[in-house]
């Protein structure tokens, strides 16, 4: 059974500083995703990491992936308020078939 | 163009009763995915079609749900006998095919139900 999780599971941050957040999965996967999710709102899709190494960067968010290690992480560089949100992780084991997504991280960026 | 749309947007309904949540998935996204969002936790799956038939509804927790997408393109998830636990957000997703399986799953605003 694939198992996904994340940490932290709760992330308070200062502006202007950086930090990482790390998705850890149990087998192999096809493909792996991160998405946004603000209070109340649905899932935004902000990166899909489709290979080993491969490296997505999107204003002050970069996702990674290491495939061997089934590891990808979240990095936020120069934090904002507006980043302020829970950030989940998925994985897809068989082409579209389903996601399984970590449990969330709670990102709080404080001015 | 219009994203994934979902009605009702809140449902409030008693323990026993059946209901029924709608999903308008992105025009021509042939895949279709239910998921369940638990207070504090991320989505989990329940079923997945492509096309009109179930392709997978492994995720779904007993037969008291079932789903349906008679015309390939809107789906109903439908709840027998509601019991206080099944509380949660519905979500449904829609994705494209490519080369490589499905593309991005694209998710809807949820619908919010709530027995009593």
């Known amino acids: 059974e694939l198992k996904v999780e994340q940490n932290p599971l709760f992330l308070s941050m200062q502006e202007g500083k950086n930090y990482t957040i790390y998705c850890n999965y149990s087998?192999?996967?096809?493909?792996l995703y991160w998405y946004r999710q603000d209070p109340g709102k649905s899932l935004e899709s902000l990166f899909v990491?489709?290979?080993?190494?491969a490296v997505k960067q999107e204003g002050r968010l970069m996702a990674s992936l290491d495939t061997k290690a089934r590891l990808s992480t979240l990095h936020i560089t120069a934090a904002v308020h507006d980043l302020s949100a829970t950030y989940f992780c998925?994985?897809?084991?068989?082409?579209?078939?389903?996601?399984?997504f970590g449990a969330g991280t709670i990102l709080r960026v404080k001015s | 163009g219009a994203g994934v749309s979902q009605t009702p947007s809140n449902k409030v309904t008693e323990k026993g009763k059946y209901v029924e949540l709608r999903c308008d998935p992105i025009?021509?996204?042939?895949?279709l995915y239910w998921y369940r969002q638990s207070l504090g936790q991320g989505p989990e799956f329940l079923i997945y079609?492509?096309?009109?038939?179930?392709?997978?509804d492994s995720g779904l927790p007993n037969d008291r749900f079932f789903a349906v997408r008679p015309e390939g393109s809107v789906s109903t998830l439908k709840i027998q006998r509601t019991e206080r636990g099944d509380s949660a957000v519905y979500l449904c997703?829609?994705?494209?095919?490519?080369?490589?399986?499905?593309?991005?799953?694209?998710f809807g605003p949820g619908t919010r139900l709530t027995v009593l």
């Open positions: 997703a829609s994705s494209s095919f490519g080369a490589l399986g499905a593309d991005t799953q694209y």
């Open positions: 025009s021509g996204h042939t895949a």
């Open positions: 998925a994985v897809d084991m068989e082409y579209g078939n389903k996601l399984v």
């Open positions: 990491l489709l290979s080993n190494g």
């Open positions: 087998t192999t996967s096809d493909r």
């Open positions: 079609f492509q096309g009109t038939g179930a392709a997978d």
